[in-house]
């Protein structure tokens, strides 16, 4: 694996972590203001 | 797909064979994604081992009105274990391993995209495990509220419920991190010329589920952190008497639960997609059409969640919007079983193990499908929630879907895994036993339900006793008819067993069997070229 490929990779999984942080940040802050 | 010609360069060009570790250290610090994936495989089927004793001691259970053997608290810990064991221990690890194993050698990368994440992820989850299986043990036992764990039941019981917590972050986790590894992977690691719609249908379904899984799994992660702090720290979140709501629970518990099950079915499409075109001797048909079937299935699995809670009291007009809803998810459920019957339409065919597994993956399936659209209908459900149709329903479909599924991928992959065909007499015993026990015992549960018999309860009425003695025969000739696959898979990972082609099969496709069998330690370190 090359240097920029490993650079590729790594920013492709940032944005896929920062979107599962993202979704249970949410998750908790619907729960706390109910189903409606 | 398209077909696939490459140009071909030696599967270990350029590699330094000593480098590869041995004893211990090839599996702890494992990052070879074949290693990993052996790893995972073997982790799965021993934990299909334990949810299979736990099935059989709740159907031992069953056999006869009364109580026999377990009191209800015990009982309803074997049926909860066995599910979460059978979801996060067993169905989805082992289809991670398939992905660990194959998706590196379809696309043409020379590993998965983070080795080191990859193992991590393993060995978290005998961690996740270890804490399922020693709740048994603390006091009050393990979790007993099913394994949807709904509140307020999970926000009483005592500590073996924190067990199933923290094993289902653990577990949940491990997903995420492979969920990751796979997206990088596939996005970014194939050879020159493999485009998207060359890739080999397995790819895209994992691709697909990847993404369900990092689309739920962290509101799951969030529904049961929520549990905990309800349990131990003062919050109210799904406590009624202090302001808080069960059903909310069961909303946000759903909004993973519904796509999940197709977390568990996607990968094993991906599979009969590539074995039934293999031994119909032609091109999948319609493959463009299964990979946007795959993508809709996967954009409506989120739109349906609350079929699921159609006795909770919920507005008709939300019924029917679920209804409706769950009812087409059927459509592109229906072209993919069409392209199936269609490729083997007129096909070459032969009926070696995995053709006979994915054969019976499409019959069998099908019927879980169809209960399916029956329970979508909002006034039936209502008559049979909670009762062994709902049992059947889902068995048909986790046990003739997913585990079928992967029984057709493991005899497809065998060869090229181990290096050695493996016994296709026993394999066809195998497959024999297992779809006829399947169906004695899981059929007559359709029965049961229409008749009334709830789940989760370890006695029952006597006029359910017949159709229950059939179906725990049917579970123990069931799980001692996996023993056989155990045997065959040892055997063919020891060396026994004729010696396999790198082109194991006559009408297999894709880069995998362009490598030798077994697939050597490294693989495609020099990218190969997809024309």
Redesign the interface.
């Known amino acids: 694996?090359t240097p920029e490929?490993r650079r590729?990779?790594r920013r492709?999984?940032i944005i896929?972590?920062i979107?599962?942080?993202a979704?249970?940040a949410w998750?908790?802050w619907?729960?706390?203001n109910?189903?409606g | 797909m398209s077909s696939v010609t490459v140009d071909h360069i030696p599967a270990s060009e350029g590699h330094v064979e000593h480098e590869r570790p041995t004893g211990w250290r090839r599996w702890v610090f494992a990052t070879n994604h074949k290693d990993i994936g052996t790893m995972y495989l073997l982790f799965s089927f021993f934990m299909l081992l334990e949810g299979g004793v736990l099935a059989l001691l709740v159907r031992t259970e069953l056999f006869s009105p009364g109580l026999q053997f377990f009191q209800p608290e015990l009982f309803n810990q074997f049926t909860t274990m066995h599910g979460l064991i059978m979801i996060f221990g067993a169905i989805m690890p082992a289809f991670v391993g398939f992905a660990n194993w194959m998706i590196p050698l379809q696309i043409g990368a020379?590993d998965m995209?983070?080795a080191r994440m990859n193992n991590l992820s393993f060995w978290l989850l005998p961690v996740g495990a270890t804490l399922f299986t020693v709740s048994f043990f603390v006091p009050g036992g393990a979790n007993a509220a099913g394994w949807t764990m709904y509140a307020p039941l999970s926000l009483q019981m005592g500590p073996g419920m924190d067990f199933a917590i923290f094993g289902v972050h653990i577990l949940g986790a491990s997903s995420?991190m492979g969920?990751?590894n796979i997206?990088?992977t596939v996005?970014?690691?194939r050879a020159p010329g493999m485009t998207m719609m060359k890739m080999p249908l397995f790819c895209w379904t994992w691709l697909i589920t990847a993404y369900l899984l990092?689309?739920i799994?962290?509101?799951l992660?969030?529904?049961v952190t929520?549990l905990l702090t309800d349990r131990h720290f003062g919050t109210t979140?799904f406590n009624a008497a202090a302001g808080g709501?069960p059903?909310?629970y069961q909303?946000?518990f759903w909004f993973f639960g519904h796509p999940e099950v197709y977390v568990m079915i996607l990968p094993a499409f991906g599979i009969i997609s590539a074995v039934v075109p293999a031994f119909s001797r032609k091109p999948l048909f319609g493959y463009a059409s299964m990979v946007y079937a795959t993508a809709a299935i996967a954009i409506l699995s989120f739109l349906v969640w609350a079929h699921h809670m159609f006795t909770t009291g919920m507005p008709v007009t939300a019924q029917l919007y679920f209804m409706y809803a769950t009812m087409l998810i059927a459509i592109p459920t229906g072209v993919k079983i069409f392209n199936w019957v269609a490729t083997m339409w007129r096909g070459s065919l032969t009926f070696e193990t995995p053709m006979l597994f994915a054969i019976a993956f499409i019959f069998v399936f099908t019927i879980g499908g169809f209960t399916g659209l029956i329970i979508a209908v909002a006034p039936i459900d209502i008559a049979v929630h909670d009762t062994y149709y709902i049992i059947a329903h889902f068995h048909y479909v986790m046990v003739a879907g997913s585990l079928f599924g992967m029984y057709a991928g493991a005899y497809y992959w065998i060869p090229k895994w181990t290096g050695r065909m493996y016994n296709e007499r026993l394999g066809k015993w195998h497959f024999w036993n297992s779809i006829i026990s399947f169906n004695v015992t899981f059929f007559p549960m359709h029965f049961l339900g229409l008749a009334g018999m709830p789940r989760r309860y370890a006695d029952y009425a006597v006029q359910f006793t017949d159709f229950n003695v059939i179906a725990s025969i049917g579970a123990f000739w069931f799980g001692f008819s996996q023993l056989i696959f155990l045997y065959l898979a040892v055997k063919a990972w020891r060396g026994h067993g004729q010696p396999a082609a790198a082109q194991s099969w006559e009408g297999a496709q894709g880069l995998e069997w362009t490598i030798p069998s077994p697939a050597p330690w490294h693989t495609f370190e020099t990218p190969p070229v997809v024309k």
Do not use: C, E, Y
């Open positions: 694996m490929q590729k990779n492709t999984a896929l972590v979107f599962v942080i979704l249970v998750t908790f619907r729960a706390r109910g189903i | 020379s995209a983070f995420i969920a990751i997206i990088v996005l970014n690691m990092l689309a799994m962290p509101v992660a969030a529904a929520m979140f709501d059903v909310l909303h946000v």
